[in-house]
């Protein structure tokens, strides 16, 4: 994966693939999973029963004419071609098991340093989850919620298993450095700056931070789980040249 860009071309998309576009100038972004030709299961803002009785007459309107989708209509976990999701802007494609350096370098919500599961697992998922999650509520994914619960939590859960959202954590991560700052130190410029800093690379150590502590506890669980003779075998592949 570049360094500089995730963008792709429709034509380098992969079944199993986390993809996003931006919306708004760059605001915000919006993801989803590609499960198959010209296909996307992606999370939407949930419907209240309020917005649901004021929108009713939406309801009747008609969907795209290639997938049958329709943005007002359909809430929650839901499935539509590219087109409907992308909304005319372009498309990147997320990048997982990233190096250290690769992740501090990029905006948050484009990669993780952490691996992804296998195509077929993230496709089972996803489909899982459009199954159950088609009542405008987002189903057994849950509601909606801009800084706990977003497409990019529901396509992150679908790659790895764990819902988590760059976006918002950073955010959240921003704000907490901010305030703390902000209160308990004299405002002079220096420390604004030195605020400003905190605050962009905050979130990105505490990733960091608990994806090294994840290994450790991997590699203590595959230590403990390997019989003396498997730890043989690892002993001898590793002395020999
Ligand atoms: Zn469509």
Redesign the pocket.
Known sequence: MSLLSNKIHKRELKVGDHIYTYRKFKTYSHHGIYVEENRVIHYTRTESDDEAAASSNDHAGR???????RRKAQRGVVK??L??FLSGHKLYRFGYGVSSEHFCAKRPGTCSPSPCDHPDNVVRRATEMLDQGNDNKGGKFGEYDFLDHNCESFAVYCKTGQPSSGQALAFKSKTKVFFKNITEKPLTVENLANTAVQAAFSYKINVLQQHAVTIAQQQQRNGAAMSPEEMDIVHDEKESP
Do not use: L
């Open positions: 969907g795209c004419r290639v997938c049958g989708y539509s071609c087109d409907c």
